[in-house]
């Protein structure tokens, strides 16, 4: 089983449309739930970082955890073109330090 | 804002040749990381190093990687004889403190091993 776990998409939603990304992970023990938007050949960017179970809001980006299903999210409201990107899920697992991260979501907002 | 930065953007080397990468984290960071995505895969972590040693590698980081802290803000990843297959980017990231901190990334190193 992999240990951080994300559909690769492409996942195509209208501009203004709710994007909805889904990431899974295997360790119970895992803590730190992180999302980063990937453009092409550039590097990670931090949108989004949560610890306790429950949603967190960010402007136009909504992490939700539930650590009972292993399971984290990230929705973006009012998709734009601009938000088409790879979206990286990643998680430190077990009681390190060390990021790891899902394959990513391929987002792609149509005018 | 304070950012991780990394040099160069890109670096070209042949088959065989030592490369040295670099980076400087953000300056009261304490976790330093490098990662490396190869064209169209995921990021995959190599290594992480706090207290002026490594605190945890991959598999990937073998014999021929090291990593160095020489002078309190500089971090680098040495390949010692490159190998087609360690064409990538590579990424150097910062974390402030053990618990509930982010890890920031810099832009990235492209290497071309020919």
């Known amino acids: 089983q992999k240990e951080v776990e994300q559909n690769s998409g492409p996942l195509s939603v209208p501009e203004g449309a709710i994007a909805s990304l889904n990431c899974t992970y295997s360790?119970?023990?895992?803590?730190?739930f992180f999302w980063y938007r990937q453009y092409s050949g550039k590097s990670p960017e931090l949108i989004m970082s949560?610890?306790?179970?429950g949603d967190k809001e960010d402007g136009r980006f909504t992490a939700q955890l539930n650590k009972a299903s292993q399971y984290v999210s990230l929705l973006i409201r009012d998709s734009q073109p601009s938000d088409s990107a790879t979206y990286l899920c990643?998680?430190?697992?077990?009681?390190?330090?060390?990021?790891?991260f899902g394959g990513g979501t391929r987002l792609m907002v149509k005018p | 804002e304070p950012e991780v930065t990394q040099t160069p953007s890109h670096q070209v080397t042949q088959m065989g040749q030592e490369v040295i990468l670099r980076c400087v984290p953000i300056?009261?960071?304490?976790?330093f990381y490098w990662y490396r995505q190869i064209l169209g895969q995921k990021v995959e972590f190599l290594v992480s190093?706090?207290?002026?040693?490594?605190?945890?590698k991959s598999e990937i980081f073998d014999d021929q990687f090291s990593v160095e802290r020489p002078d309190g803000s500089n971090f680098t990843l040495k390949i010692r004889s490159t190998k087609l297959e360690d064409s990538a980017m590579y990424f150097c990231?910062?974390?402030?403190?053990?618990?509930?901190?982010?890890?920031?990334f810099g832009q990235g190193t492209r290497l071309t091993v020919v």
């Open positions: 990231a910062s974390r402030g403190a053990k618990g509930n901190t982010e890890a920031f």
């Open positions: 990643a998680v430190i697992l077990r009681a390190g330090n060390m990021l790891t």
């Open positions: 949560i610890y306790s179970n």
């Open positions: 300056s009261n960071h304490l976790y």
């Open positions: 190093f706090y207290n002026n040693e490594i605190s945890e």
């Open positions: 360790d119970r023990v895992s803590q730190s």
